[in-house]
T-cell receptor
Framework: NAGVMQNPRHLVRRRGQEARLRCSPMKGHSHVYWYRQLPEEGLKFMVYLQKENIIDESGMPKERFSAEFPKEGPSILRIQQVVRGDSAAYFC??????????FGPGTRLTVL | DQQVKQNSPSLSVQEGRISILNCDYTNSMFDYFLWYKKYPAEGPTFLISISSIKDKNEDGRFTVFLNKSAKHLSLHIVPSQPGDSAVYFCAARASSSGSARQLTFGSGTQLTVLP
């Protein structure tokens, strides 16, 4: 039973480029969450999605960031026109209904 | 405004002894609490949770205590093992709020278990 998968594990982008982070939830999980961890800080909630629906995006920056969880395929976190401050570890988690959230290994984004 | 606080950035404990990690929260809407362990370059791993209707939950070497009146919870690991060395995050959820699914994390405590 595979856990939450994230790819790529490491992503390097130059300022102004786009970053696409992918997350495949655990088998049987239909709820996906994205969190961001800045250096020396805890994880901060960004967005919660179910299939084809954004349920709670209260933690998402208003500009440049978007997320989707299509009917088929992984969830995607997209960051347009990246800036140095976007450098962080981005973690995806999945759950069944209100159950415990299980995390993936993360994508470490570095913006040069 | 940090709603979940872990005031000790680090803790060192001798192998075989008890490790006690502390967490305080300010939001009285929080009613479900979790502890995660995180190794470098990996994602957080779920350890144990507790609902606000309980004051204690135990799973093997791990016990979580909740003191609602003090808005304080703690994770006890006994006996501590070198493999327990990791960053421990406390997280909380407000199940009846509009953001019921989001977890609010503390900043973590680095536990080092010395052989």
């Amino acid at each position: 039973n595979a856990g939450v998968m994230q790819n790529p594990r490491h992503l390097v982008r130059r300022r102004g480029q786009e970053a696409r982070l992918r997350c495949s939830p655990m088998k049987g999980h239909s709820h996906v969450y994205w969190y961001r961890q800045l250096p020396e800080e805890g994880l901060k909630f960004m967005v919660y999605l179910q299939k084809e629906n954004i349920i709670d995006e209260s933690g998402m920056p208003k500009e440049r960031f978007s997320a989707e969880f299509p009917k088929e395929g992984p969830s995607i976190l997209r960051i347009q026109q990246v800036v140095r401050g976007d450098s962080a570890a981005y973690f995806c988690a999945s759950s069944q209904a209100t159950d415990t959230q299980y995390f993936g290994p993360g994508t470490r984004l570095t913006v040069l | 405004d940090q709603q979940v606080k872990q005031n000790s950035p680090s803790l060192s404990v001798q192998e075989g002894r008890i490790s006690i990690l502390n967490c305080d929260y300010t939001n009285s809407m929080f009613d479900y609490f979790l502890w995660y362990k995180k190794y470098p370059a990996e994602g957080p791993t779920f350890l144990i949770s507790i609902s606000s209707i309980k004051d204690k939950n135990e799973d093997g070497r791990f016990t979580v205590f909740l003191n609602k009146s003090a808005k304080h919870l703690s994770l006890h690991i006994v006996p501590s093992q070198p493999g327990d060395s990791a960053v421990y995050f406390c997280a909380a959820r407000a199940s009846s709020s509009g953001s019921a699914r989001q977890l609010t994390f503390g900043s973590g405590t680095q536990l080092t278990v010395l052989p």
